[in-house]
């Protein structure tokens, strides 16, 4: 029986409190369902990618026909001696030196942006100057512009210059836009700080580069980390914009595996490609990890 007599009204409160809390419960489920959905579009696709790097078939690397390590083996150049079904196999020693080029290239651009970004950041941050708000908007211009478009552009300047296209070319074109990546994680941490603790510094009788080394740097140290880890991982996976500049004697390990896949995919493919994930995987930890000391 309701503890209410027949006619009265039920409390304010009531009316609304059950739609409320079914609208409530729809919106967690549907929320709940949509990160699920999301999380499963991205990393489901990299299991299997790492499942089907231990197949056995040598033809067709996605019908399953056993377990076997010999892919990784076979890139590692731990085996030498090639099965007859898997004779399209390219040579071991063009893949080193594709991962070489890659990594020589990576560190190069790396160092480069990173010590250029965090400059022009700490510059548009601290000094005002005529076309200071163009110069901001001209940095985040590389990022913005089409892969292809800054490729072809970058073809067309080198070669006009007569300068031959290889690993400096290479260095060259990337740090284009690769130091507006460094720039603004940069600049976001720059926005965040507090110079309260630089004026405090001053007052105390330090000087500028004083103040700079230990009281800005060691603020600003996880970001340029970021920057850094960032460019890396963009320079290793880059390929349009290599492609038009690296000319015909280096081959980064972008361009090999793009060049394995247009003869046919190949089982090796799925080994290198979760070698280069756990390679991510590990840069982004280091990062994480940097940071937390930091704090």
Avoid at 75 to 84: A, D, N, P, Q, R
Avoid at 185 to 196: H, K
Avoid at 251 to 267: A, C, D, E, Y
Wanted: proline share 4%.
């Amino acid at each position: 029986m309701s503890s209410f007599p027949d006619g009265a009204a039920l409390p304010p409160h009531w009316h609304g409190e059950a739609p409320m809390k079914i609208a409530r419960s729809l919106f967690t489920g549907g929320l709940l369902a949509y990160t699920g959905l999301f999380f499963a579009f991205i990393y489901i696709p990299l299991v299997v990618i790492a499942i089907y790097s231990f197949n056995a078939n040598p033809v067709n690397m996605m019908t399953w026909t056993g377990f076997t390590t010999e892919w990784y083996a076979q890139v590692l150049g731990f085996k030498t001696k090639v099965s007859e079904s898997a004779l399209y196999i390219e040579s071991t020693g063009q893949l080193l030196q594709a991962v070489w080029n890659s990594l020589v290239i990576a560190a190069s651009t790396t160092a480069i942006a990173t010590v250029f970004g965090t400059a022009i950041a700490i510059a548009l941050y601290r000094f005002e100057f005529v076309g200071q708000r163009f110069y901001r908007v001209v940095m985040f211009m590389p990022m913005l512009m089409p892969d292809i478009v800054l490729g072809i552009a970058l073809l067309i300047f080198f070669v006009n210059s007569g300068i031959r296209l290889g690993l400096t070319t290479i260095i060259i074109g990337q740090c284009t836009f690769l130091i507006s990546y460094v720039f603004i994680v940069v600049s976001a941490r720059l926005a965040g700080m507090d110079r309260t603790l630089e004026h405090a510094s001053a007052d105390l009788g330090a000087n500028e580069w004083m103040t700079f080394r230990r009281v800005v740097l060691p603020q600003l140290f996880p970001a340029i980390v970021g920057g850094a880890l960032l460019a890396f991982i963009i320079s290793m996976d880059d390929l349009v914009i290599t492609y038009f500049i690296a000319g015909v004697d280096v081959t980064t390990l972008p361009m090999f595996i793009f060049s394995m896949l247009r003869r046919g995919i190949k089982p090796e493919i799925n080994a290198i490609a979760v070698m280069m994930l756990t390679f991510s995987f590990v840069v982004a930890s280091l990062g994480l990890y940097l940071r937390s000391r930091q704090k």
